[in-house]
Each structure stands twice: as structure tokens, then as C-alpha cells.
């Protein structure tokens, strides 16, 4: 039923919706990527401190771009919903977008993203403003959408600390990558380190999204019948995956990073490409389904 719907609904997208649900998607991707690495920079000071000169960089240039594809949606939002590219130019149009949810949580993210930057300078005082920044962007994500109902103050908790876990995690990618492909000998430190933390990291993602759905339903499992409650099915199922993975790198793969096997930092990049692209295909699908919608 579910892959029914998705076809049928990409079937149906104009271009209006498909710019939308692509920006969206960049969006994500960028935000996160830029608030990870500012989150990230704080143990691998210690762990893997030449990655410093990387993130230093990466992160706030992330930054930037993530504020140019979030504050898009306001000129891509007027003109879904009129349905023309003129309301790109429609000051009320423009307006209507930026007073609704949108606005408030694109000008609350914007400023997280402006203090990330702040990282590219990583002392102390720095990195607490950019960890501030990460803060604000997850909260960010709960003034908008279904998060909006009640218990308003518990949803805001929970999505928060649910963005902040999908922030640290997905932070890690750039770093470890970066590492095993140099074949560093701080990588096995820093996969051992990492997976220390996403091994209860992954497994609370999936625990703060299942509490999110029953307050969302209002504990009627019937939603699992529904479109929106199979899409959440799939993306648990991904996070279990993910999960799996994180295990299999823990068990196996660090050891041999440790050991400084030439085939493991192989191993740890296949790894962590997969992880990548089961987010990116996660992200596409909140994107797709928080501009369309599902019933």
C-alpha cells in the first residue's frame, strides 16, 4: 500500500512541488551536515585533532549554503501555493509564506546556522556558540508541521532530542570518511569512540520517533494502516538497518581499524556510504511527504 501511494504521489507532482521537495531535501541535508560538524568538532579535538583543519571549514561552508536553501523555500512556497513562478515576486504571496510555521522555524534555524559558523574558529567560546547553534537548529524543526499539536512542550522536547541524536550521527559521516580514506591511524580511535556513542545513539533515534507517533495518534495503533504510519514504518526499519550496521562496525570493523587492516578502511568508507545514502533516501521522503502530504 505504501509504495502504492508513494508512486501514485510522485506520479501527481508539478514542477512547483518538485523544486519544493528538492530544495527541501538540500536543505535537510546541508543543515544537518553543518550542525554535525560543529557537534563533532568537540571530541575529535581530542580523538582525531587533524580533522580539526577539516570541519573547521566544512561545517561553516555547510553553514552557509544550508541558509541560502532553507530561506529558498519561502519564494518556492508562495509559488506552490498559487500555483505560478510569478508569486516569486507577490509581496503578499511572500508574505503569507513567511508569517505561516514556515517563517518562524526557517528565521529560528537561519540563526542557529549564523552562530555554527562561529566554528570556524574552534576554541572554547567558539565551539559553545556553534554548539548553541546546533541546539537551536534541531528546536528548530519543532515549530513546524505535526509538531505544532498538543502536548506542544513535550513534542518540542522530543523532536529536539531526536534532531540533536540525527545531528550528531550524521556529523560523523564527513570525519571518518575523511580519515580511512588517508588510512590515518587515528581512525580506529576515532570509529571506537564514535561508535560508542552511536551505538545507544541509533537505537534512542528510533525510541524518541516511536513515542513521537503514539503522541501524534494519541496511542491509536490504527495508524499503523495508514500511509503516514507504513512511511514511518519504512523509515524505522531503516534506522534498525542503520542500527545493524552500527553494530557490525563496533563488533568487527574497529577492531580491525585499530589493527590498521588495509581492508577495513575499505570496509569503513562501503560502510559508511550506505549509511549516507539510507539518511539521504530518509530525507527525501520527509521532504516529499512534509510538501504533499499523505492520508
Not at 541546539?135 to 513546524?144: C, P, R
Not at 580511535?189 to 545507544?200: M, N, T, V, Y
Not at 563496533?250 to 580491525?256: D, H, I, M
Amino acid at each position: 500500500m505504501i509504495l502504492q501511494e508513494i508512486w501514485l504521489a510522485y506520479e501527481a507532482l508539478d514542477e512547483f512541488s518538485i523544486s519544493t521537495i528538492a530544495a527541501k531535501t538540500l536543505a535537510y541535508w546541508t543543515t544537518l551536515l553543518a550542525a554535525g560538524s560543529a557537534l563533532n568538532l568537540i571530541w575529535l579535538r581530542e580523538t582525531a585533532p587533524q580533522t580539526i583543519s577539516l570541519l573547521r571549514w566544512f561545517g561553516p561552508t555547510c553553514a552557509v549554503f544550508a541558509i541560502l536553501l532553507n530561506f529558498s523555500q519561502i519564494p518556492l512556497q508562495a509559488s506552490y501555493l498559487m500555483g505560478e513562478w510569478s508569486a516569486i515576486q507577490d509581496p503578499m504571496m511572500l508574505q503569507v509564506a513567511w508569517e505561516s510555521p514556515l517563517g518562524d522555524s526557517l528565521l529560528l534555524r537561519g540563526f542557529g546556522l549564523l552562530l555554527i559558523l562561529a566554528a570556524i574558529r574552534p576554541k572554547k567560546l567558539s565551539l559553545g556558540i556553534s554548539t548553541l547553534g546546533c541546539v537551536l537548529v534541531a528546536l528548530s524543526f519543532a515549530f513546524q508541521g505535526h509538531t505544532l499539536s498538543e502536548p506542544r512542550w513535550l513534542l518540542v522536547a522530543l523532536i529536539t532530542l531526536h534532531l540533536l541524536g540525527l545531528i550528531f550521527w550524521i556529523g560523523g559521516f564527513t570525519p571518518l570518511a575523511w580519515l580511512a580514506k588517508r588510512q590515518d591511524n587515528s581512525t580506529g580511535l576515532a570509529a571506537r569512540q564514535f561508535g560508542k556513542i552511536s551505538i545507544w545513539n541509533v537505537p534512542l533515534l528510533a525510541i524518541v520517533g516511536v513515542f513521537l507517533l503514539l503522541l501524534l495518534s494519541e496511542g491509536d495503533w490504527e495508524i499503523i494502516w495508514t500511509a503516514y504510519g507504513q512511511l514511518f514504518a519504512l523509515k524505522f526499519l531503516g534506522f534498525m538497518g542503520l542500527l545493524g550496521l552500527a553494530a557490525m562496525n563496533k563488533l568487527f570493523l574497529t577492531p580491525a581499524l585499530l589493527r590498521s587492516e588495509e581492508r577495513a578502511f575499505v570496509l569503513i568508507r562501503l560502510s559508511l556510504v550506505l549509511e549516507m545514502t539510507v539518511v539521504a533516501v530518509i530525507l527525501l521522503l520527509t521532504a516529499s511527504f512534509t510538501t504533499v502530504g499523505l492520508e
